[in-house]
């Protein structure tokens, strides 16, 4: 079993920034793993991922000014978020890749302000 628990989520002005993590529980490996977001009426879309050796994938919007990074001894993933823009609000699930499925946070809420 693998559970994911975000935190990290909140109300932040435009230019602001803000720190997601994601603890994954279980003796499980994953890989890769990252965090997606989802606006309202709008289709999931992937914004990072990183594999426990340490690369990095970013969606084009957000390079530059996101940064996903692992713990691996702490089975946690985190998102710092800077320089965020309205757009960027959304809800944001953490995900975790397993050999034989993917394992999905709940969501944490990101709000930008203009």
């Known amino acids: 079993q693998v559970q994911l628990v975000e935190s990290g989520g909140g109300l932040v002005q435009a230019g602001g920034s803000l720190r997601l993590s994601c603890a994954a529980s279980?003796?499980?490996?994953?890989?890769?793993m990252g965090w997606y977001r989802q606006a309202p009426g709008k289709q999931r879309e992937l914004v990072a991922t990183a594999t426990s050796g340490g690369s990095t994938n970013y969606a084009d919007s957000v390079k530059g000014r996101f940064t996903i990074f692992r713990d691996n001894a702490k089975n946690t993933v985190y998102l710092q978020m800077n320089s965020l823009k309205p757009e960027d609000t959304a809800v944001y699930y953490c995900?975790?890749?397993?050999?034989?499925?993917?394992?999905w946070g709940k969501g944490t809420l990101v709000t930008v302000s203009s």
């Open positions: 279980g003796s499980i490996f994953i890989n890769p």
């Open positions: 995900n975790a890749a397993t050999r034989d499925y993917d394992v």
